[in-house]
């Protein structure tokens, strides 16, 4: 800074930072603590530049993801696993509910992306299908089909079926209407307020069945089997939903990376060798 430009400093901040002599130019008390909170906010500043170029390339910052559960070595698990130790500063946050709720929390700006079960057509939403798992459905070891290899829908058609409020349960009854309509009786369905694993405990006490996708064989259970349908013509697709708006980095490396995952073959291997 030259002398004419310390002057009009002076004169701008109404200040005087600086004492001039014959031996030279030194700063004043005032100088002085003004260089020091200018320099303060040049580091900031540079903190700040550095943070917003890490945030737009999605090394850091934050991941809300919407979810209908989280199985160990499910493909939905892997997926975040994988992330976060490809991207290891940014903040994952995960909310577990409905598929409904989830697109309501897109849509206020609450999560960044949700995994739902199926391929919902959403107007407002952008829609990717990830993953698929097949279906299969879970009975009580005494059951008298327990032993098969697997079942058809014709052979649950007298069963009653257990499912929930919560998580997937809705898509789950539709499903089971859709694939019982015009069969005599009617399907029996009772709806429980309870997570997945009460879900569960109550098929082995034998309170009914229910149908799962392959990733919750995955989980410890005692007392159940799941059997594989031979008459379900393809596998539960299971996609990514997000808004159009959503510009963040962190969204568009999760989405590329459940790409590479999806390709790579990754899709719920464990769950088919069960």
Known sequence: MNLTDSRTLEEHLGVRLFERSTRGVRLTEAGRV??????????????AVKTAG???SGECGRLRIGIHALIPRSFLAELIEQYREVHPGIEVEITEGTARDAVMKL???????????????????????????PLVAALPERHPLAAEPAITWADLAGDTFLVRYGGT???VHDHILLRLAGRWPAPSIQRFDVGRGTLLS?????????????????????????????DEP??????AVWLPCNRNATLRNMLALARRMSHSGDSLQLA???
């Open 107 to 133: 849509r206020a700006n609450r999560l960044d992306v949700a995994f739902v079960a199926g391929a919902p057509e959403l107007p407002d939403c952008h829609t990717r299908p990830i993953w698929t798992e």
């Open 234 to 239: 393809e596998p539960i697709p299971f996609s």
């Open 272 to 274: 088919r060798e069960q």
């Open 169 to 171: 349960g809705p898509q």
């Open 54 to 56: 890490m945030a737009a």
């Open 202 to 230: 109550m098929v082995g006490q034998g309170f009914g069945i229910t149908i799962v996708g392959a990733a919750t064989s995955l989980l410890p259970t005692t007392g159940i089997v799941f059997l594989p349908f031979a």
């Open 34 to 47: 003004f260089v020091e909170r200018v320099s303060v906010g040049v580091d900031q500043l540079d903190y």
